[in-house]
């Protein structure tokens, strides 16, 4: 079993910035993929950014240029570094961790609203 916590998220104006941070345990050493996916509410949960242990990052179209995924393998952590943020990038984002996509384990879940 994987355990993952995320810390950060809340309230921000638009054009404002938000980091996001998961630590993961358990066993973390057969994970992956590290990543994150976010719910806007009425819509389906979508991947937002991943990367693999060793490997390029993979973004969501809509938060190219903008955010940026970070990755400490020896801390079993990853970050999302969101700039520039807008009201439609609110939703609740979830930390998520696999072998392979799509993951297996998911976070609780932190909530980021962007005011306009």
């Known amino acids: 079993q994987v355990q993952l916590v995320e810390s950060g998220g809340g309230l921000v104006q638009a054009g404002g910035s938000l980091r996001l941070s998961c630590a993961g345990s358990?066993?973390?050493?057969?994970?992956?993929?590290m990543g994150w996916y976010r719910q806007a509410p009425g819509k389906q949960r979508e991947l937002v950014a991943d990367?693999?242990?060793?490997?390029?990052?993979i973004y969501a179209d809509s938060v190219k240029g903008r955010f940026t995924i970070s990755r400490d393998n020896a801390k079993n952590t990853v970050s999302l570094q969101m700039n520039s943020l807008k009201p439609e990038d609110s939703a609740v984002y979830y930390c998520?961790?696999?072998?392979?996509?799509?993951?297996?384990?998911w976070g609780q879940g932190t909530q980021v609203t962007v005011s306009s």
């Open positions: 990367m693999p242990r060793t490997g390029r990052p």
């Open positions: 998520a961790a696999g072998i392979q996509r799509p993951p297996t384990y």
């Open positions: 358990g066993s973390i050493f057969s994970i992956n993929i």
